[in-house]
Each structure stands twice: as C-alpha cells, then as structure tokens.
C-alpha cells in the first residue's frame, strides 16, 4: 500500500520561513520523480517544485523560483519544500505527488500518488 505522509504546514508570518516533508512508505522511492503541488480556495492546482528521481533536477515556477527548494534523501524516503520569505498569496494546502519514472512533470494528472495534504497559512 502506498502512502504519502506531508507534515511541517501551519501557521507563519510573511516573511517566515516553514519546511515541509513528505514521507513515502510502500514503494521503491528512488525510482520516483516526486512534486510539491498547492492549492488554494477557489483555484487550480499548482506545481511549486519539482525534482527527478536522482535529485539531480529540479523545477520551480517563476512565483516561487529563490524562495522555495524542493530536495530529497532517497536513503529516507523523504522529500522536502524549504519556503522562505513567505508571501500570504503563498497561503494553500500544499501537497506531495509521486510519479513512477526518472523525470519529473508539471501536470498534476500524470502523477500516480498523492499525500492528504498539509495547510500552510501565511498572515500579513
């Protein structure tokens, strides 16, 4: 059974920095591209970082490119989303997506495997 585990949202001032994990049981997480999507009320799901199975590439969309990292331990079957200097537009339910394959993609609809979710809330 796989299952994706996001922890570390909650609450923070602009300006603040939050890491979040996604914890991966149940498959062989180095054979997957792993994403970081968010949510926000009202709008489409986001792609806010992206990394191959390696580690070696990784996306960021142009609103969060220098503030946001996205890094994994294959050893640990984790991925993280290191979030700096946080914007209340930043404020969504952010999600860890897996993806059987090398690369990774912006589409939310090719991923195979979802986590339930975390809430970032970011005041001003």
């Known amino acids: 059974q796989v299952q994706l585990v996001e922890s570390g949202g909650g609450l923070v001032q602009a300006g603040g920095s939050l890491r979040l994990s996604c914890a991966a049981s149940g498959v062989t997480f180095s054979s997957y591209a792993m994403g970081w999507f968010r949510q926000a009320p009202g709008k489409e799901r986001e792609c806010v970082g992206a990394?191959?199975?390696?580690?070696?590439?990784?996306y960021y969309p142009a609103s969060v490119k220098g503030r946001f990292t996205i890094s994994r331990d294959n050893a640990k079957n984790t991925v993280y989303l290191q979030m700096n200097s946080l914007k209340p537009e930043d404020t969504a339910i952010y999600y860890c997506?897996?993806?059987?394959?090398?690369?990774?993609?912006?589409?939310?609809?090719?991923?195979?495997?979802w986590g339930q979710g975390t809430q970032v809330t970011v005041s001003s």
């Open positions: 990394i191959d199975r390696s580690g070696g590439s990784t």
């Open positions: 997506a897996a993806r059987r394959g090398s690369m990774y993609y912006v589409s939310p609809n090719v991923y195979d495997y």
